[in-house]
């Protein structure tokens, strides 16, 4: 059946090709046919009504297998089908027992026919052989010229006859009296020790002998006797042979029980945390076993319960223990874990201390800082859960803190190395928390607030820099800075003017967006260079000031 | 029942809310282990070797999805286990009773053949009767 299911499935997927859903529906739909089949075949060897327990219960798996189905649940289905073809072998094998059982049955009773039957032959060979030497005897009588001798002869043949006949009769329950013994000594051997049974024997063994002497009255009333002690002898049997097996499969059931709670203890090291109980219910074990191997049933389940007992005191003490143990362990490991973290965040702090976080992000920092404080009073209070998770939340904002910083000083890199590329810059540099961007030369015409044609590149190229994604949330201030040639308060306005000027310029046609723009005319107020030739030139200058933080 | 309490307090700590399954996958366990016995007990080991070894298997896996924390896998193949160690004890048992069948058909056809002797003498000496009537 199997194989067929097999090449139905590959033949499925010859056709259909090879996708989960389908391979689980052709196996369910195999499977539903082995458990099927197996019903089939229980019902085949009358299940149903010799073992109508596990032959329903088969039946009522495969519906639920169908239902489950139905409901499009494949996985369930398949399980039912796959118990539903379990229970049914389970009812097919105690099928075949319960038919094995009827055949014995059977063929005993046959047996006893058969036994009858021939000695009912015995019988009728006994009587014929009496009318033979009658006959015999009747027509030497009527001879003359017979002697006396042979009538003698004859005579004395008829007395045996009449004896083998009267014989042959008692045999008959003599038979059915040793069947009965021997039927005894079948169910429950150890029958054959008891005081019982060497009665009944002696008392075979004596109708035997008056049989055989022909003593046929007493026989009878011998046999009389015996009938109701072999009754008792038997019934006696039988029920030592039930009451037995119910001993043997208590004890096995008791064993069983023993080996799993031994089996469980070992998972909780019972040999380290109580060895002399955990040695004495093996030894208890033992003992019982040996006993089932003997026979010795009650005995072996009383040790068997013994031992049970012993084993669950052994259970329970190594599962305390181990309990403790592994507690401790989970202390101990807790404990470290909290002190390690603490540790860590604070020396994490300290190795940032002189880098840019504090500055860059010190609202970051600080949390941190304020968390490993608490993390190490909760440590001081013994609260090591409250330690663990202090630390790495503060370990959380060092770390945030610290890639913030990287991100920034990455970025303003970034925006440092390109602003240097752009022609007639010149100077680029990175401040604390900004990038400075400085052009110095004729970017106006003198006293004019009107870029020059020649610097309109320049402040393109700068306007589609600033407008990258990677630069766009950061503000943009623009200085303009005079000499300090000529009135101051005109410088100002002029100043102011040409950062305004600048400021347009980004916003059309560089296209950035108003809301990150600043202008400031500074004038003469603050110059970089404030002695030697040359000063003039370089105080006259735009600055393009970029926040980055 | 001290000590009863004391077990569910520990097991409870110990598998927490999934204790129910784990608890039926144990219990499941328990018995496939119960029946394999038996199943050996009965001779099942020369009788029904492939359900037996089958049986085993599967209460071995059942214990590895149980480490493996698994509790609804562990007691599927418990549950198999246990239907395959059932199959084994039944068939060890069905063996053992055709093989009384044999027994019993033994002792039948001796039962017939002293019939049959018996009837061979009967009719034997039924012949000697009619031939002594005859004279």
């Known amino acids: ?549 | 029942m001290v000590k009863l309490t004391l077990y569910l307090f520990i097991f409870g700590m110990f598998v927490g809310c999934g204790g129910q399954l784990q608890q039926l996958a144990v219990e499941t366990m328990e018995n496939a282990q119960i029946a394999l016995t038996s199943a050996n007990a009965m001779g099942a080991d020369a009788a029904a070797v492939t359900s037996l070894r089958t049986a085993e298997g599967m209460l071995a896996s059942a214990g590895n999805a149980l480490n493996a924390g698994d509790a609804e896998q562990a007691y599927r193949l418990a549950l198999r286990a246990y239907l395959h160690a059932r199959i084994a004890t039944e068939i060890a048992i069905a063996v053992r009773e055709e093989a009384r069948v044999g027994e019993a058909q033994e002792q039948l056809t001796t039962s017939e053949q002293r019939v049959s002797e018996a009837l061979q003498r009967l009719e034997a000496i039924k012949a000697e009767l009619e031939a002594l009537e005859k004279l």
């Open chain 1, 1 to 549: 059946m199997k194989f067929y299911g097999w090449l139905l499935l590959l033949a499925y997927l010859a056709v259909f090709g090879c996708t989960v859903p389908e391979i689980d529906e052709v196996m369910l739909a195999t499977q539903l046919q082995d458990a099927q089949q197996a019903i089939k075949s229980a019902a085949e060897l009358e299940a149903e009504p010799l073992v109508p327990e596990e032959y329903g219960r088969a039946v009522k798996l495969l519906n639920f297998a169908h239902d489950s189905q139905e409901k499009g649940d494949i996985p369930q289905s398949a399980e039912f089908a796959y118990q539903a073809e379990l229970v049914a072998q389970v009812a097919i094998a105690k099928a075949r027992q319960h038919q094995a059982r009827q055949r014995v049955v059977e063929m005993r009773e046959q047996v006893y026919q058969r036994i009858i039957k021939a000695q009912g032959h015995e019988r009728e060979i006994a009587r014929i052989r009496q009318v033979i030497t009658e006959k015999q005897l009747a027509r030497a009588m009527s001879s003359h010229g017979e002697e006396q001798q042979v009538t003698e002869q004859l005579s004395t043949e008829i007395a045996d006859l009449k004896m083998a006949l009267r014989q042959a009769e008692l045999r008959l329950p003599y038979t059915n009296l040793e069947s009965l013994t021997n039927a005894a000594l079948y169910f429950y051997p150890a029958i054959e020790t008891t005081a019982d049974y060497e009665r009944a024997q002696v008392a075979l063994a004596s109708i035997v002998n008056l049989i055989a002497r022909g003593d046929f009255d007493e026989a009878e009333d011998t046999i009389a006797k015996t009938e109701t002690r072999v009754n008792s002898l038997y019934e006696l049997a039988k029920q030592r042979h039930e009451r037995e097996t119910e001993a043997k499969t208590r004890a096995w059931i008791s064993i069983a029980k023993v080996e799993v709670i031994i089996a469980r203890a070992q998972i909780f090291n019972a040999k380290t945390h109580a060895l002399s109980q955990f040695e004495e219910a093996n030894a208890q074990l033992k003992h019982a076993m040996q006993a089932l191997t003997d026979g010795r049933y009650e005995q072996a389940d009383q040790f068997a319960q013994q031992a049970q007992r012993t084993a669950d005191e052994t259970l329970a003490m190594a599962e305390i223990k181990e309990f403790r143990q592994r507690a401790q362990a989970e202390l101990d490991r807790i404990t470290t874990q909290a002190g390690q973290a603490v540790r860590t965040l604070g020396e994490k702090i300290a190795g940032q201390e002189k880098t840019q976080v504090p500055q860059l992000e010190a609202k970051l920092y600080g949390l941190a800082k304020s968390a490993h404080a608490a993390a190490n009073s909760a440590l001081t209070a013994q609260e090591y859960q409250t330690a663990i998770e202090t630390a790495a939340e503060g370990n959380d904002y060092l770390e945030r803190a610290i890639a913030s910083t990287q991100q920034v000083t990455s970025i303003k890199s970034d925006l440092v190395a390109v602003a240097r590329e752009v022609s007639q810059v010149s100077e680029v540099s990175e401040q604390q928390n900004s990038v400075l961007i400085r052009i110095h030369g004729n970017v106006f015409a003198f006293g004019s607030a009107h870029l020059q044609e020649g610097f309109l590149p320049t402040f393109a190229h700068l306007a589609e820099i600033l407008r990258r994604t990677t630069f766009r949330d950061y503000s943009i201030r623009i200085e303009s800075h005079t000499s300090s040639l000529g009135n101051a308060s005109v410088n100002r306005r002029l100043s102011m003017a040409r950062a305004d000027t600048v400021k347009n310029y980004f916003i059309d046609p560089g296209n950035i967006d108003v809301k990150r723009l600043t202008a400031a005319g500074l004038g003469e107020t603050q110059p970089i260079v404030t002695e030697g030739t040359g000063k003039e030139e370089q105080n006259h200058r735009i600055d393009i000031i970029i926040t980055t933080n």
